[in-house]
């Protein structure tokens, strides 16, 4: 599966499912990428982590970054 790119209230995050559950990662701006600081537990669903992810980091909403976007 390609990663999956999200808008976290304005922080970009790339979300991938592997054989071993989900991976989390911040991208650079040189193309690179680095795991994030949080897991996204094996029984989230895929139409689920807009909605887990928002739940998780609820606390970075700010006006103009309220929301969590499936980019």
């Known amino acids: 599966m390609n990663a999956i790119k ?3 209230f304005g922080r970009i995050v790339l979300v991938e499912k592997g054989a071993d559950g989900w991976r989390t990662y ?3 701006t040189d193309g690179k990428k680095r795991p994030a600081d949080f ?3 094996d029984f989230v669903e895929d139409a689920e982590l807009e909605q887990y ?3 998780l980091f609820h606390e970075d909403a700010r006006p103009g970054h309220n ?3 499936r980019l």
Do not use: A, K, R
């Open 26 to 28: 911040y991208p650079g």
């Open 39 to 41: 897991v996204i537990p």
């Open 67 to 69: 929301e969590v976007i």
């Open 6 to 8: 999200f808008s976290i």
């Open 53 to 55: 992810l928002g739940d």
